[in-house]
């Protein structure tokens, strides 16, 4: 395909236009189906840009790109075999179907991709990583987290696989709440109050159910599912113990850099919004009653972000 005209598609998220690139259309259309919530017109532009060119590669076909001799380990992921590299101011990352080289000071993404492998829905999310890296750099961070919105107030549920919080999400939907957000969440970082771009992997969106465009951040509440309590409860959280328990829920940071940015956002985060324990118990159908509770009680507790640094 190398005669051929390369094929575009940009996506908005907050202030950040991305712009995908590439001459196989397939490869195109998968990593573009990841982001398909944000699809806007070519002649989108955002105060930031960020430029992604994939190269497409058959299973079979060798990607020659030797990892230099003076590259520097960042991180080494031990269940998929993922690498992390820097070298002379580049990310270098050795993915199991793609080889990534970003340039953080160009605002560009090299990725060299074995396009069919790309297929297997296992493999996307660990594709998109070295995208949600670079958007951490302009101010757009991702949390494992679902969002909700009632009445123009959102709720931000952290919390890791098995927590619970794709089964809260689910029942205050039942109960008159909209959805801004499921399995990872985009907040921005690039005002007064922190926002939710509405997304919802492909592997969990439903036509069925609208996911809002963004939605205003009032508080958070981490969802701990514990099926032996007999009576669902909201418990207390100090900001220190609401920072520990959110750092985690993140993607990888490769270095001291994104370190440090994520470590500050996540502080502004828990420091700008209240923030709870929800125990979901047997009680099913008080959860929504209690979370409208917490919702009311909190409102106007939060503080700007610009006060929260």
């Keep these: 395909m190398n005669g051929t005209r390369s094929l575009r598609r940009k996506f908005q998220i907050g202030h950040v236009t991305v712009t995908l690139i590439s001459k196989n259309p397939t490869l195109l259309e998968l990593a573009g189906g990841w982001l398909s919530p944000f699809e806007a017109p070519i002649s989108a532009q955002g105060d930031k840009n960020i430029l992604f060119t994939m190269i497409g590669f058959e299973s079979n076909e060798r990607m020659r790109f030797p990892l230099p001799a003076d590259a520097r380990l960042l991180y080494k992921h031990k269940?998929?075999?993922?690498s992390y590299y820097e070298y002379r101011g580049l990310w270098l990352i050795f993915l199991q179907t793609a080889i990534v080289l970003i340039n953080r000071a160009l605002n560009r993404i090299v990725a060299f991709v074995h396009y069919n492998d790309l297929k297997k829905p296992q493999y996307q999310e660990g594709f998109m990583h070295p995208l949600l890296e670079l958007l951490r750099e302009n101010g757009i961070f991702v949390l494992h987290a679902a969002a909700v919105s009632l009445e123009g107030r959102g709720l931000l549920l952290p919390g890791k696989s098995g927590q619970g919080k794709t089964a809260l999400a689910a029942e205050l939907l039942r109960n008159g709440f909209d959805l801004a957000a499921d399995g990872c969440c985009f907040i921005g970082d690039h005002g007064a109050c922190p926002e939710v771009f509405g997304f919802c992997e492909p592997s969990s969106r439903s036509?069925?159910?609208?996911?809002?465009?963004?939605?205003?951040?009032?508080a958070i509440l981490f969802p701990y599912d514990s099926p032996h309590e007999p009576v669902s409860r909201i418990e207390p959280m100090t900001r220190s113990e609401a920072l520990m328990t959110v750092l985690p829920l993140t993607m990888i940071c490769l270095d001291q850099t994104t370190s440090q940015s994520h470590f500050s956002f996540c502080a502004k985060l828990v420091k700008s919004l209240p923030a709870a324990k929800l125990i979901l118990g047997q009680d099913r159908e008080r959860w929504h009653e209690l979370v409208r509770e917490y919702l009311l009680r909190t409102a106007g507790h939060t503080i700007p972000f610009s006060q929260s640094g």
Excluded at 208 to 218: Q, T, Y
């Design 79 to 82: 269940d998929d075999a993922s």
């Design 207 to 218: 036509p069925e159910i609208p996911i809002m465009d963004k939605c205003r951040l009032s």
